[in-house]
C-alpha cells in the first residue's frame, strides 16, 4: 500500500515522502480516507501506531481546501492532548507535514509563560494545539475564540480522563460550534465507560477505527524478574546498570516522588539520571527528554503517565523498578523495548508484595515471566514497597504520597548503606551475578503462566498482541474497565 492511494495531495505526500516514510501505517491506511470524507472517528490507537500522521495529514488536507476569512482570528481545528510533551510533538508534527501549506499552527500549554502564547494566538492560529488547563487559563482572559473550530481532535482520550480532565474538557466543549457542525475525532488506546459517555456526547455517527498495537510483540522481548526487597532495589539497580555497562535505560516508578528520588539516589551512585514527570518545569522535562535520547543522560526515571506519549523507541533495556497496578500498563512499558529487531530486555525487581501484581501480568500476558534471583539480593521481605499511586484527578503524573514515600524512602536508605558497595563502579564478589543479570536467564520462550491463562486473540490483521481486545469488544463490554 502506499501514500498515493489515499487521497493526499501533492504538498502532503511531499512532506510524507520528506519524512522518509515509504508506506502508510495500518492506522493511517484506516483513517485517514474518513477523515477526509469528513467522517467522525472513533480510535483505538496509541502512540508508536503513527497515530498522529493519521490524523494531522487529512485534517491539513481539510483545512487547506476550504476557505478561511483571513481578517477573522479564530482558531479552525483544535487538538486537545492530557501532557505538554505530547502537545509539543504532535505540533511537531503539524509543522512538519504542513511546511507545504500556508496553514499555522500554535501549541499552548501549562508551566510556561502565557505571554509569547497570547501573541502568538492575536497573530491568528489554524490550528491550536493544548492541554485543557491552559487552553481554558487563555479562554477566560478571552485570548482564544473557539467558536470557528471545525475540526475537534482528542488524542489520548483515555490518560485525560486518567488525569481528572473531564471537567475541563466538557467546559471546552461548550465553547465549540454544536457536536454536528464540527467533525470529531477521539483516540485511545483504551476504552473505559467514562470514554464510552463521552464519545456518545462528543461523536457524530462515528466510524471505528481499530489497530492493534505497534509494540514489540510480547514473545520477541527478553523478560526477567528479579525477587529483590524494595529496599535494595535501587542498589541493585545500579549495579545491573553498570556491571552491564547499559548506556540508555528507562526505568518506571509508580509515583512522581520516587522518580525523582531514585534519579538523585543514582547520580549519587556515580549514574547520569534524570526524573521526568509532572512537577518539574516544562523546559526541565523537554531537556531531560533531549539528553536522554541524545545519550549525555544514561538513565531515565519516568512515571507511567509522564512516559505515556513520549516517542522514544527501541531502547535496548526497560527496567520496572516498581510493577504497574494496572496490568496492561506492563505491556505498554516493555512494549517500548526491542523495536525493529533489536535486542531489548525488560527486567523487572519485584518485591514480596508485589508477587500478585506479577501474577496478574503474566495471567494477562498468558505466560510465566522467568524469575532469576541474584545472589546477594535474596529477598527477606522485611521492607515495604512503594503504595500504588493513583493517576486520577493529577493532572501530570499522579498524586502525591507523603507516608508512602517516606516508607519507602527509609526502606531506599536501608538499601543505600550498602549502595556502593553493589554498584557497577566498585566491583566486588557480586560482578559475576551482576554481569548476569542483564544478560543470563533471560527466556524469549517461556511456557503459559497457567494451564487457563488468558488465549492470545487474534483478528483479521493476524496476532495481537498481549492486553489487546478488539476495539469494538472494548466499546460495548459493560466488565470493560479500561
Ligand atoms: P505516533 O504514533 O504518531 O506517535 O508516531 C510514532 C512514530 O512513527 C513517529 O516517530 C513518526 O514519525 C513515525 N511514523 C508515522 N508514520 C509513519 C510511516 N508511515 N512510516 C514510518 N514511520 C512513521
Do not use: C
Request: net charge positive; proline share 6%; glycine share 10%.
Amino acid at each position: 500500500m502506499s501514500f498515493d492511494t489515499l487521497g493526499l495531495s501533492a504538498e502532503l505526500l511531499r512532506a510524507v515522502h520528506e519524512q522518509g516514510y515509504n508506506e502508510p501505517t495500518p492506522i493511517q491506511v484506516k483513517a485517514i480516507p474518513l477523515i477526509l470524507e469528513g467522517r467522525d472517528i472513533m480510535a483505538g490507537a496509541q502512540t508508536g501506531t503513527g497515530k498522529t500522521a493519521g490524523f494531522t495529514l487529512p485534517l491539513l488536507q481539510l483545512l487547506n481546501s476550504r476557505p478561511s476569512d483571513p481578517k477573522k482570528r479564530a482558531v479552525r481545528a483544535l487538538v486537545l492532548t492530557p501532557t505538554r510533551e505530547l502537545a509539543a510533538q504532535v505540533e511537531q508534527s503539524i509543522i512538519t507535514y504542513g511546511r507545504h501549506l500556508p496553514l499555522n499552527s500554535a501549541v499552548i500549554f501549562g508551566g510556561v509563560k502565557i505571554n509569547p502564547q497570547i501573541d502568538k494566538m492575536r497573530r491568528g492560529v489554524d490550528i491550536l494545539v493544548a492541554t485543557p488547563g491552559r487552553l481554558l487559563d487563555h479562554a477566560r482572559q478571552r485570548t482564544v475564540d473557539l467558536s470557528k473550530v471545525e475540526v475537534l481532535i482528542l488524542d489520548e482520550a483515555d490518560r485525560m480522563l486518567d488525569m481528572g480532565f473531564i471537567h475541563d474538557i466538557r467546559k471546552i466543549l461548550a465553547l465549540l460550534p454544536p457536536k454536528g457542525q464540527r467533525q470529531n475525532l477521539l483516540f485511545s488506546a483504551t476504552f473505559s465507560s467514562e470514554i464510552k459517555q463521552l464519545s456518545h456526547s462528543l461523536l457524530n455517527q462515528p466510524e471505528l477505527v481499530e489497530v492493534a498495537p505497534r509494540n514489540t510483540p510480547i514473545e520477541l522481548i527478553a523478560q526477567l524478574a528479579h525477587p529483590v526487597d524494595q529496599g535494595r532495589k535501587r542498589e541493585l539497580l545500579s549495579h545491573m546498570i553498570g556491571a552491564g555497562n547499559w548506556r540508555q535505560v528507562l526505568v518506571f516508578t509508580r509515583t512522581k516522588h520516587g522518580a525523582n528520588r531514585l534519579a538523585k539516589q543514582l547520580v549519587m551512585d556515580g549514574l547520569s539520571a534524570t526524573a521526568i514527570h509532572g512537577n518539574k518545569s516544562q523546559g526541565a522535562r523537554t531537556r531531560a527528554l533531549a539528553d536522554f535520547k541524545q545519550g549525555s543522560v544514561r538513565i531515565l526515571v519516568a512515571t507511567d503517565i509522564a512516559a505515556r506519549g513520549l516517542d522514544i523507541d527501541q531502547l535496548p533495556h526497560v527496567v520496572n523498578y516498581e510493577l504497574p497496578n494496572v496490568p496492561e500498563d506492563y505491556v505498554h512499558r516493555i512494549g517500548r523495548t526491542g523495536r525493529a529487531g533489536n535486542e531489548g530486555t525488560a527486567i523487572s525487581l519485584v518485591s514480596t508484595e508485589e508477587n500478585r501484581l506479577l501474577r496478574d501480568i503474566e495471567r494477562l500476558i498468558g505466560r510465566a515471566i522467568p524469575k532469576q534471583v541474584l545472589p546477594g539480593y535474596e529477598p527477606d521481605g522485611r521492607s515495604r514497597a512503594e503504595p500504588v499511586e493513583r493517576a486520577r484527578g493529577d493532572r501530570q503524573g499522579g498524586r502525591r504520597n507523603g507516608r508512602g514515600a517516606n516508607t519507602a524512602g527509609t526502606a531506599a536508605g536501608t538499601g543505600q548503606t550498602n549502595g556502593r558497595s553493589g554498584n557497577g563502579r566498585n566491583q566486588n564478589s557480586r560482578t559475576a551475578n551482576g554481569q548476569g543479570a542483564g544478560r543470563q536467564g533471560v527466556s524469549r520462550n517461556s511456557k503459559p503462566a497457567q494451564p487457563g491463562a488468558r488465549h492470545q486473540p487474534s483478528t483479521r490483521n493476524g496476532p495481537v498482541k498481549a492486553g489487546y481486545r478488539p476495539l469494538a469488544e472494548r466499546m460495548f463490554s459493560d466488565q470493560d474497565g479500561g
